[in-house]
């Protein structure tokens, strides 16, 4: 999404449910499905474009609600907006997002069932990371430009923590962070 409001959850019957919002019928998003070597890739992107000049009257706004029975990788690119991700209850396997211009929300969840790797690369603006508590956290941080707060971790290099499950849980959840001129705040 280059610009816009983007919400992730889980909770649909199908592999994809969700709305969108849009002010001008030239937004409107592609959303491509295809299976190769027995793999399914969904694809929902904004439709490429020189004239996005979204203002305060506009709106793009997508709400998307994937399967909780279905394990998923995500590859997320941000423009500039506002993103809340909530996984909590998704299969995930591995999670990749650039962040862009904006606030950004990522809510980790409390129900992991198998070990998974998150990479995120921080943007401009603030960018705000919940971990899960009963879950092995281990979080890699490549400082860059912006600041990053990491509370509630235990800090076991320059730039890695982990969460008091780590040795303890039989799942992993591995946080790999670049920051990039923005706030980050790790909880």
């Given at each position: 999404?280059?610009?816009?409001?983007?919400?992730?959850?889980?909770?649909s019957s199908e592999l994809?449910t969700?709305?969108?919002?849009?002010s001008d019928?030239?937004?409107t998003?592609?959303?491509?499905y295809?299976?190769?070597?027995a793999k399914g890739?969904?694809?929902v992107?904004?439709p490429d474009?020189?004239?996005?000049n979204?203002d305060n009257?506009d709106?793009?706004?997508?709400?998307?609600?994937?399967?909780e029975?279905?394990?998923l990788y995500?590859?997320i690119e941000?423009?500039a907006?506002?993103s809340n991700?909530y996984?909590?209850?998704?299969?995930?396997?591995q999670?990749?997002m650039?962040m862009?211009?904006?606030?950004?929300e990522?809510?980790?969840g409390?129900k992991?069932m198998k070990?998974?790797?998150i990479?995120?690369?921080g943007?401009?603006g603030?960018?705000v990371?919940h971990?899960?508590?009963?879950?092995g956290?281990?979080?890699?941080?490549e400082?860059?430009?912006?600041?990053?707060?990491?509370?509630?971790m235990i800090?076991?290099?320059?730039?890695?923590?982990?969460n008091e499950?780590?040795?303890?849980?039989k799942i992993?959840l591995?946080?790999?962070?670049?920051t990039?001129?923005?706030k980050i705040?790790?909880d």
């Amino acid at each position: 999404i280059g610009a816009g409001q983007l919400r992730i959850s889980g909770g649909s019957s199908e592999l994809l449910t969700g709305g969108f919002k849009y002010s001008d019928i030239a937004w409107t998003p592609l959303i491509k499905y295809k299976v190769d070597d027995a793999k399914g890739y969904l694809i929902v992107k904004q439709p490429d474009s020189d004239n996005y000049n979204i203002d305060n009257d506009d709106k793009y706004i997508w709400n998307l609600k994937f399967s909780e029975n279905i394990p998923l990788y995500f590859n997320i690119e941000l423009g500039a907006g506002m993103s809340n991700i909530y996984l909590d209850n998704l299969i995930i396997s591995q999670f990749d997002m650039n962040m862009g211009v904006g606030k950004t929300e990522i809510d980790l969840g409390n129900k992991w069932m198998k070990d998974a790797a998150i990479h995120l690369n921080g943007g401009i603006g603030l960018s705000v990371i919940h971990l899960p508590k009963n879950v092995g956290g281990f979080l890699n941080n490549e400082k860059g430009l912006g600041s990053v707060d990491v509370n509630n971790m235990i800090k076991k290099s320059n730039s890695e923590y982990v969460n008091e499950a780590f040795d303890k849980s039989k799942i992993t959840l591995k946080v790999y962070l670049k920051t990039g001129i923005g706030k980050i705040e790790v909880d």
